[in-house]
């Protein structure tokens, strides 16, 4: 009776040596060849393939780490080093992986290397600050962008990082059986041996080769994002949830024994503290930053509204969401509204470095198409209630349209007529990333706005205009070079967010009076404040968020170029094909929404009164005159559309909310009533489509459902917000 032991030889070049294959051998040969065995343990010593082909054949096999290191009886983190080239394996374990990268090698050959060169980005020489300000306001920086290799898969940035990033932007830091890791991006699992928080911030800024390239030459490289887990906070001292006083305050108190261990290893936070978004950082010496970022979604950093679920998912997943939201964005910063912003300055650094002097010398200067570095005054029609430039203003007056700007989304409904009740269905439509599409090619301010008396209108000006534009008859317009009658009761008024038409003279931004003219009638500005210093600021913005978006929704097999019918098909059921890049695209979405808004951030707690400053006033890029420009072309956009179909069909929105509008229609598709004339979309209209500015079905309910919530809630409930699922749990009041 013969047993089982590995014997038969056989040649592999690639490494030198002996592989075998199961037979059957005696007792004696058993013996003897145990002894070999030894002597294959010593001369496995020899040099192992390099790191990155270790890794290649264990992927090609289909094989994770975790089931690699169960057969070498290992630790998977062990694995990713061994892959890495941070550590090498020893004896006996060394001559078990080589015998099982031999097996490889014979089976999966290596492929020809590729031979297109890597473009790099150029590094301009910037002054740094010595300090960095708070926690949203710092410039971030680029992940080179690698192609995915397959749908959903994040894309690998570490074959175009520089060697100082080549484990990516961002880990997540989690503790096992005691042993603390770092799950990167691209499934590569670090040892972390740091024992204290201060110690894991040398580790991130050193050994662990985390962050991200810069986004602009002028800008700065991305700090590492560590992400702790609640057993990783356990690990560090920190705890697992905020208390009720410290979630109220949004940070740690400062006489928290970890906030002490970073001070005796001279190590300082932002002026935000230790919150669920914390920044760590040394002075800078010279241009090169010492400075780490932690994110604690124990502490709620992940909005459970635009993360949904996020913070509960394992190390391996979260990294991979995370990840792939970095490599398309940005490394995130803080919230999505944060990120958003920081996403513009990233863009668009306020400075760069100048020209030689006669010495040979640069120095610091204004980069053309930025802010600046230096926040400007807002005009006072533009400043929000409680701004000091109202501080002279008594304690409970209220500001009317003529005394400040008031741009924003549509928020309108009106009664269904007798024909509309006749249908069988109303139809949500919804523009997709309509504030982003709203951006694209908005011209705004770059410096502060000069204030001018009885000015000439000029479209391609940006500022804000007191003007009269109640005459405007929304029934009589101008579409094209020929005046069409259309019933103006049934269209809200493109000049007001409640759709009501003007009253007398009001504020307004650019877009808004320059739609007034393309309607076809004159306009009389009495005042202005404009800014003669502008530019398109947000076009490079958009195109990064919009790229974003679009390479999320293909991920989930919704492509560009599709026709009507396919388009609506490839949307059912979209996010659920990943539910992980469908939390994604919600961020993404979120980050265009929320950094629009975060130009006009208010005061939050902190002891404020009205008529004092709060800390986003020392931004450059709090700038409510772009908000207000953006949201104007957003609604002048739905506007538009909503006049072509109605001059096209004779159909008419009965709600619209902000992006969402809603039509009566015999039928429950948006194809039921958007009409596509031979084929075509109506020029000027609703076009359904993934891209930007395009449509997708919202949703539908039937015309029995909206009279009985409206019965039931009141004739002036806003029927858009409820016709994605039905669910109508409140008045609509804003709640």
């Given at each position: 009776m013969r047993n089982p032991c590995d014997i038969h030889e056989c040649s592999n070049e690639r490494f030198g040596r002996v592989a075998y294959e199961v037979i059957f051998l005696s007792h004696e040969e058993q013996l003897l060849f145990s002894a070999v065995d030894a002597l294959l343990e010593q001369i496995a010593q020899d040099p192992l393939p390099p790191p990155a082909e270790r890794k290649r054949l264990r992927e090609a096999a289909g094989l994770s780490q975790d089931q690699v290191a169960k057969a070498l009886k290992s630790r998977r983190e062990s694995v990713g080093n061994w892959e890495a080239g941070r550590s090498e394996p020893r004896p006996p374990k060394r001559a078990a992986y080589a015998?099982?990268?031999?097996?490889?090698?014979?089976?999966?050959?290596?492929?020809?290397?590729?031979?297109?060169?890597?473009?790099?980005?150029?590094?301009?020489?910037?002054?740094?600050?010595?300090?960095?300000?708070?926690?949203?306001?710092?410039?971030?920086?680029?992940?080179?962008?690698?192609?995915?290799?397959?749908?959903?898969?994040?894309?690998?940035?570490?074959?175009?990082?520089?060697?100082?990033?080549?484990?990516?932007?961002?880990?997540?830091?989690?503790?096992?059986?005691?042993?603390?890791?770092?799950?990167?991006?691209?499934?590569?699992?670090?040892?972390?041996?740091?024992?204290?928080?201060?110690?894991?911030?040398?580790?991130?800024?050193?050994?662990?080769?985390?962050?991200?390239?810069?986004?602009?030459?002028?800008?700065?490289?991305?700090?590492?994002?560590?992400?702790?887990?609640?057993?990783?906070?356990?690990?560090?001292g920190l705890p697992v949830r905020l208390s009720r006083e410290e979630g109220l305050a949004g940070r740690l108190p400062e006489d928290h024994k970890v906030i002490k261990q970073l001070v005796r290893a001279d190590w300082k936070l932002t002026r935000r503290g230790f919150g669920p978004w914390a920044r760590i950082y040394r002075p800078a010496q010279g241009s090169?930053?010492?400075?780490?970022?932690?994110?604690?979604?124990?502490?709620?950093?992940?909005?459970?509204?635009?993360?949904?679920?996020?913070?509960?998912?394992?190390?391996?997943?979260?990294?991979?969401?995370?990840?792939?939201y970095a490599s398309r964005v940005m490394t995130p910063r803080g919230s999505t509204a944060v990120t958003g912003l920081e996403l513009m300055t990233s863009l668009h650094p306020p400075t760069r470095a100048s020209a030689p002097d006669a010495d040979g010398r640069r120095h610091r200067e204004r980069n053309p198409g930025s802010l600046g570095s230096e926040p400007v005054e807002c005009a006072p029609c533009e400043a929000p209630d409680g701004?000091?430039?109202?501080?002279?203003?008594?304690?409970?007056?209220?500001?009317?349209?003529?005394?400040?700007?008031?741009?924003?989304?549509?928020?309108?409904?009106?009664?269904?007529?007798?024909?509309?009740?006749?249908?069988?269905?109303?139809?949500?439509?919804?523009?997709?990333?309509?504030?982003?599409?709203?951006?694209?090619?908005?011209?705004?301010?770059?410096?502060?706005?000069?204030?001018v008396k009885s000015p000439a209108f000029d479209p391609a000006l940006p500022g804000s205009w007191l003007v009269d534009l109640s005459h405007v008859d929304p029934s009589h317009v101008m579409i094209g070079k020929q005046w069409r009658r259309l019933d103006g009761d049934l269209l809200p008024s493109p000049f007001t967010p409640k759709g009501d038409r003007p009253e007398g003279p009001a504020w307004y931004a650019t877009p808004t009076v320059a739609y007034a003219v393309e309607l076809g009638y004159e306009v009389a500005p009495a005042e202005a404040w404009v800014r003669p210093v502008n530019g398109r600021y947000l076009d490079g913005w958009y195109k990064r968020l919009r790229d974003a978006y679009l390479a999320t929704m293909a991920d989930l097999g919704v492509d560009e170029g599709l026709t009507p019918d396919a388009f609506l098909a490839a949307m059912e059921g979209y996010r659920d094909r990943d539910p992980q890049l469908a939390v994604v695209l919600s961020a993404i979405k979120a980050t265009v929404k929320g950094g629009i808004g975060k130009l006009?951030?208010?005061?939050?707690?902190?002891?404020?009164?009205?008529?004092?400053?709060?800390?986003?006033?020392?931004?450059?890029?709090?700038?409510?005159?772009?908000?207000?420009?953006?949201?104007?072309?957003?609604?002048?956009?739905?506007?538009?559309?909503m006049v072509r179909l109605a001059a096209a069909t004779g159909q008419y929105p009965v709600a619209v909310l902000s992006d969402c509008a809603v039509y009566a229609s015999d039928g429950p598709s948006p194809l039921d009533f958007l009409p596509y004339p031979g084929g075509k979309p109506l020029p000027g209209g609703f076009r359904l489509g993934v891209s930007p500015g395009m449509v997708k079905h919202e949703g539908s309910q039937t015309t029995l459902w909206a009279e009985g919530v409206r019965e039931e809630y009141g004739p002036e409930l806003n029927l858009a917000r409820y016709i994605k699922d039905g669910a109508v749990t409140a008045k609509d009041d804003g709640e």
């Open positions: 015998r099982l990268l031999e097996g490889l090698a014979a089976r999966f050959a290596p492929e020809e290397p590729a031979s297109e060169p890597v473009e790099t980005q150029p590094v301009a020489t910037q002054p740094v600050a010595s300090e960095p300000v708070a926690a949203d306001a710092l410039p971030a920086a680029r992940e080179s962008e690698a192609p995915a290799a397959e749908p959903g898969q994040v894309r690998n940035a570490r074959a175009s990082q520089s060697p100082r990033y080549e484990h990516g932007p961002l880990a997540v830091v989690d503790v096992e059986g005691g042993e603390a890791s770092a799950y990167c991006v691209g499934g590569l699992v670090l040892d972390v041996p740091a024992k204290s928080l201060p110690a894991l911030v040398e580790w991130a800024l050193g050994d662990a080769r985390l962050g991200a390239e810069r986004l602009h030459p002028s800008g700065q490289d991305a700090d590492p994002l560590l992400v702790l887990t609640e057993a990783a906070c356990e690990r560090f090169r930053r010492s400075c780490v970022q932690l994110c604690v979604p124990g502490w709620n950093a992940l909005d459970a509204r635009h993360w949904n679920g996020a913070s509960q998912l394992p190390p391996a997943e979260l990294v991979r969401l995370l990840g792939t701004h000091p430039l109202l501080a002279d203003l008594p304690r409970f007056h209220q500001r009317g349209p003529a005394e400040m700007l008031f741009e924003e989304a549509y928020d309108w409904a009106r009664p269904l007529t007798d024909d509309e009740c006749l249908k069988r269905h109303l139809v949500g439509i919804d523009v997709n990333l309509a504030f982003g599409a709203a951006a694209n090619g908005a011209v705004v301010g770059l410096e502060a706005p000069v204030h006009r951030e208010r005061p939050r707690g902190g002891g404020w009164r009205p008529g004092r400053p709060w800390p986003a006033l020392s931004r450059p890029t709090w700038r409510p005159d772009i908000r207000a420009a953006v949201i104007s072309r957003a609604r002048i956009n739905m506007h538009r559309k």
